[in-house]
Nanobody
Framework: VQLVESGGGLVQPGGSLRLSCAAS????????MMWYRQAPGKERELAAQ????????TYVDSVKGRFTISRDNAKNTVYLQMNSLKPEDTAKYYC?????????WGQGTQVTVSS
């Protein structure tokens, strides 16, 4: 089982990034997918979630209207489009795949928002 995140980096406030998480080794289309983030000195928090079919999404209040989670079950990939980025979005972003029996994590990708 692998979850490989990509797309992180350094961006100025107000900028955009698109994170990707490529999954392999399990039946991706049957898993709820989530993006978590963890800033230095803070607990990991759930930023966005999408159900297995892609029809239902939820977001933490701090990213609503700026972030969009999506998935392509044919490509076994989940995305996080991040717009209007703020310094407080700086964190390591982790991809998570979950069903009632299993819970998989990626290694994370760093997002730094700074001028």
């Amino acid at each position: 089982v692998q979850l490989v995140e990509s797309g992180g980096g350094l961006v100025q406030p107000g900028g955009s990034l698109r994170l990707s998480c490529a999954a392999s080794g399990f039946k991706f289309s049957t898993y709820t997918m989530m993006w978590y983030r963890q800033a230095p000195g803070k607990e990991r928090e759930l930023a966005a979630q999408i159900n297995s079919a892609g029809g239902t999404t939820t977001y933490v209040d701090s990213v609503k209207g700026r972030f969009t989670i999506s998935r392509d079950n044919a490509k076994n990939t989940v995305y996080l489009q991040m717009n209007s980025l703020k310094p407080e979005d700086t964190a390591k972003y982790y991809c998570n795949a979950r069903n009632p029996l299993f819970d998989y994590w990626g290694q994370g990708t760093q997002v730094t928002v700074s001028s």
